[in-house]
């Protein structure tokens, strides 16, 4: 059984950073592609970034510059390191983990910035 767990979410102020972790487990495949996606209320869920395992990456272009995705895949985990937050940003963060092609997600962690 595959798990994908997320965390380090929280709250923080509007210039602040946070870096969250996502660990995959229960398979025998090291992970495909991995991402982070973010849903606010109200709104769709959105790619925010997302790296495949020989370490390309792609960003949207809201979060060019301020966040960085990086993935150790000797732990099958990926990490989001999210700078100079601002309030815009406050949403759910899923992880997107494709194992042997077929797609996992994670709960979801809540992050809130405060202007």
């Known amino acids: 059984q595959v798990q994908v767990v997320e965390s380090g979410g929280g709250l923080v102020q509007a210039g602040g950073s946070l870096r969250l972790s996502c660990e995959v487990s229960g398979s025998n495949y090291r992970s495909n592609a991995m991402g982070w996606y973010r849903q606010a209320p109200g709104k769709q869920r959105e790619l925010v970034a997302d790296?495949?395992?020989?370490?390309?990456?792609n960003y949207a272009d809201s979060v060019k510059g301020r966040f960085i995705i990086s993935r150790d895949n000797a732990k099958n985990t990926v990490y989001l390191q999210m700078n100079n937050l601002n309030p815009e940003d406050t949403a759910v963060y899923y992880c997107?983990?494709?194992?042997?092609?077929?797609?996992?997600w994670g709960q979801g962690t809540q992050v809130t910035v405060s202007s």
């Open positions: 790296i495949t395992s020989g370490g390309s990456t």
């Open positions: 997107k983990a494709v194992v042997n092609y077929y797609p996992y």
